[in-house]
């Protein structure tokens, strides 16, 4: 058993816990942002949320190579960009995530794994953190961390995987990228692990009352506060939920796709810019060329997020 870390915070300051009472993820990036954007210099906020079941995607990510949108919006999961970088994560309410906040002077990222470290042997886990952001256990990864910051405040935010539908993630990636996950990378599932393979007992409550004992351990005077709310948490849900900030601007991708009539295959190569269909090419044995003519018809020059592709093949060959 690994003995646990006691070394506490020399820093004078304001320390807060804040357990987000949302589970809408635009409202919760949001609220985020904006307590970072409001930070003082002698304070430090601990943030505990969850999301309903989204897709969040790093700031400066292709949102159409890298995620399958027609799978997203036929099971209603949320796209979601955030603030930070990095890559797409899967989020549901078997996921807890948190967020430490601070000017760049309190910044103490050694101390603040030792929080989350702590946390989880608290929770009978014993894990390490490897690279720059990344939490493992047993070789696997449960907890991926990305970070903004300017000359005057930083923030780090990450995930928990605790009983998270490891399945959907990998349903959600683009076929390309599937592919490419395919050849010498393993599997996602097979690369990550919920804390609950490995405590049968974890719950997500259990774990966030051990994060708040963890975070009061390393700062004795932390308070406990209810979410603030603001005008300006309300433009920013607002803004982020804007195709444009959603999808990009000017964003060019090419997918490819597979679809089947009759056990056959059809695939498609398309070509997308801001969104439109402006070239597509199609590859099948089908005989019916004056139906191949016709998808090519009803797809091309169309807005990608509004046709349902599976849906006019069946109509045209059906």
């Not at 209603?76 to 930070?84: A, C, D, E, G, N």
């Not at 393979?197 to 209810?226: A, C, M, W």
């Not at 939920?241 to 295959?265: C, H, M, R, S």
Request: proline share 2%; charged share 25%.
């Amino acid at each position: 058993m690994l003995k646990l870390f006691t070394k506490m915070s020399t820093h004078v300051m304001k320390s807060t816990i804040i357990d987000l009472n949302s589970n809408n993820p635009y409202e919760n990036v949001a609220t985020e942002y904006d307590y970072y954007n409001n930070i003082k210099e002698d304070e430090i906020i601990f943030l505990l949320w969850q999301n309903e079941s989204c897709v969040v995607i790093g700031r400066n990510q292709n949102i159409f190579r890298e995620l399958d949108l027609e799978y997203i919006t036929k099971n209603k999961i949320s796209p979601v960009r955030r603030f930070t970088g990095g890559g797409c994560v899967y989020h549901d309410l078997g996921n807890l995530n948190f967020t430490f906040i601070s000017s760049q002077k309190n910044k103490d990222l050694d101390l603040w794994m030792k929080i989350l470290l702590n946390a989880l042997e608290l929770s009978d886990i014993q894990a390490k953190k490897e690279g720059r952001n990344d939490l493992l256990c047993n070789g696997k990864k449960f907890s991926g961390m990305a970070w903004l910051e300017d000359e005057e405040k930083f923030m780090i935010h990450g995930t928990l995987m605790v009983n998270l539908d490891l399945s959907v993630l990998g349903k959600c990636l683009t076929p390309d990228y599937s592919k490419f996950i395919g050849k010498g990378i393993k599997s996602v599932k097979s690369r990550v692990c919920n804390l609950s393979d490995i405590n049968k007992e974890i719950t997500v409550t259990q774990l966030k009352e051990n994060l708040v004992k963890s975070f009061r351990t390393f700062y004795p005077n932390t308070i406990i506060e209810k979410q603030k709310e603001s005008t300006n948490q309300q433009k920013i849900s607002q803004a982020i939920q804007k195709e444009e900030w959603i999808y990009g601007k000017n964003e060019k991708a090419e997918l490819q796709k597979t679809y089947f009539v009759d056990n056959k295959p059809i695939n498609l190569d398309i070509w997308i810019e801001n969104d439109i269909i402006n070239k597509l090419e199609i590859y099948s044995d089908s005989l019916n060329l004056r139906a191949i003519d016709k998808l090519k018809n009803s797809l091309l020059h169309k807005k990608y997020l509004e046709v349902d592709i599976n849906q006019i093949i069946k109509n045209i060959f059906n």
